[in-house]
């Protein structure tokens, strides 16, 4: 079976940095994802980690610790528009993702 | 972006109905998947097929039915729907480098 722990919602102010966490137990572990998805819009992919250690692709980094079933997504200077809903996924053999339950992260001035 | 339609965007039916949801790709991905969202539930995979003829069951298939004969397509069917599969539904494809899965514009069923 599989368990995909991620908080429900998180606020934070234009311009700041926030770290997203995801938790996870899974046999068969492959990779993990993120995924952003804006109000009635579909998921958008943001990354890949396979490997430990960091990633970063532009304000976005992610960070995957195998050993500890974790995983953060770390968002700098915030916008606006980065308000949306942001997935944890996880990829196990078969090419099947499991994902968690998402987190609301709400931007305000 | 991968090529992914979904069709109909919206539909309204009434329980007991059948109803099929089209998944069209135009990016000659093997693999392709169903998914259904519902508020506090995330995205749960409904089934998901990895070559023509090739499907299997997700974690919330009872109810459900897909078909791929071709590699373009996948449908979807509930065979007699309930109000309990008021959802939206999206379709996501992948190709065989598995890096990251690129979703339809998803589908808004109500089921009255």
């Known amino acids: 079976g599989q368990n995909i722990d991620q908080p429900t919602e998180m606020t934070a102010t234009e311009g700041a940095i926030v770290q997203i966490n995801c938790t996870y137990q899974?046999?068969?572990?492959?990779?993990l994802f993120w995924y952003q998805q804006h109000a009635g819009e579909a998921p958008t992919f943001l990354s890949y980690?396979?490997?430990?250690g960091l990633e970063e692709k532009g304000r976005f980094s992610s960070f995957l610790s195998r050993s500890k079933g974790y995983s953060y997504l770390l968002l700098k200077e915030l916008q606006m528009k980065d308000s949306a809903s942001y997935l944890c996924a996880v990829g196990r053999g078969s090419y099947i993702p499991t994902f968690g339950r998402g987190t609301s992260l709400i931007v305000h001035p | 972006d991968a090529g992914i339609t979904q069709s109909p965007r919206h539909k309204v039916t009434e329980t007991g109905t059948p109803v099929t949801l089209r998944c069209h790709q135009t990016?000659?991905?093997?693999?392709m998947y169903w998914y259904r969202q519902d508020p506090g539930h995330g995205l749960r995979l409904i089934h998901y097929s990895y070559g023509v003829k090739d499907t299997d069951k997700g974690e919330v298939s009872d109810g459900y039915s897909v078909s791929r004969s071709k590699t373009e397509d996948f449908l979807l069917t509930l065979e007699s729907a309930t109000s309990s599969q008021t959802s939206v539904y999206f379709c996501a494809t992948a190709g065989t480098s598995f890096t990251e899965q690129f979703f339809g514009p998803g589908t808004r069923l109500t089921v009255l």
């Open positions: 990016e000659n991905h093997r693999y």
């Open positions: 899974t046999s068969g572990f492959n990779g």
């Open positions: 980690n396979v490997l430990d």
